[in-house]
């Protein structure tokens, strides 16, 4: 399993600037981590694109901060990086109390063997 603290947005409305939040600290588990890989190497053979996992919240350790709250509809968001088309990923989800969105910044999937 791999353990990570990542910096965290907020965006109350698709038009506004995101705000920094305090970290996102989450839990990718061994079953995560193959689905990520997995999604990186479709996105290479297709050469495009972006993919979304979704989160089983019950298997999941998240902690957020208390100005973020509790998130629902979480999913990974994996893409290539343009330059060398290597697999990026980031945590992606919305708030419970008010729908806004709530994202992490993007690690590289290599990151996770």
């Not at 989450?26 to 993919?51: C, H, I, P, T, W």
Request: hydrophobic content about 35%.
């Amino acid at each position: 399993m791999n353990t990570l603290t990542v910096e965290g947005w907020l965006k109350s409305a698709p038009e506004s600037t995101p705000l920094p939040i305090e970290h996102i600290h989450f839990r990718v588990n061994e079953d995560y981590r193959l689905l990520l890989e997995q999604a990186e190497e479709e996105l290479q053979e297709k050469q495009s694109g972006e993919l979304f996992i979704p989160v089983d919240m019950s298997t999941m350790e998240l902690n957020t901060s208390d100005e973020c709250g509790p998130l629902k509809d979480c999913q990974f968001r994996v893409y290539l990086r343009p330059a060398d088309q290597r697999g990026l990923f980031h945590l992606v989800a919305n708030t419970g109390s008010d729908n806004s969105l709530v994202y992490s910044n993007s690690l590289l999937v290599d990151l996770l063997g």
